[in-house]
Nanobody, 118 residues
Framework: QVQLVESGGGLVQPVGSLRLSCTASVSTFTNYVIRWYRQVSGAAREVVASIEPFTTATNYAVYVKCRFTISRNNAEKAVYLQMNSLKPEDAAVYYC???????????WGQGTQVTVSS
């Protein structure tokens, strides 16, 4: 079983920054591709960014590219999402997910709220 805990959400003004963290309780963290998703009430969950476990290759949704940076620390079993130049439309509940590279099983955290407002 994989447990994920997100933190770092909160209220920020437009063009401000936040850093989200996702820590995992799992025996082999490097078995998992980590993704950040976000969801606005009434809308579908959408992927924001992903990071591979060994190569640390990253992918970003077009609407966050050049503003958000995903990174991971395998030794600490943690993934981070640095969010800069935040816009009101970035406001959402942000979730991290861990998908096993071998079994394809996916696990989710409880989410952390990000509010962007002046």
């Amino acid at each position: 079983q994989v447990q994920l805990v997100e933190s770092g959400g909160g209220l920020v003004q437009p063009v401000g920054s936040l850093r989200l963290s996702c820590t995992a309780s799992v025996s082999t963290f490097t078995n998992y591709v980590i993704r950040w998703y976000r969801q606005v009430s009434g809308a579908a969950r959408e992927v924001v960014a992903s990071i591979e476990p060994f190569t640390t290759a990253t992918n970003y949704a077009v609407y966050v590219k050049c503003r958000f940076t995903i990174s991971r620390n395998n030794a600490e079993k943690a993934v981070y999402l640095q969010m800069n130049s935040l816009k009101p439309e970035d406001a959402a509940v942000y979730y991290c997910s861990a998908r096993n590279r071998y079994t394809r099983a996916e696990y989710w955290g409880q989410g952390t709220q990000v509010t962007v407002s002046s």
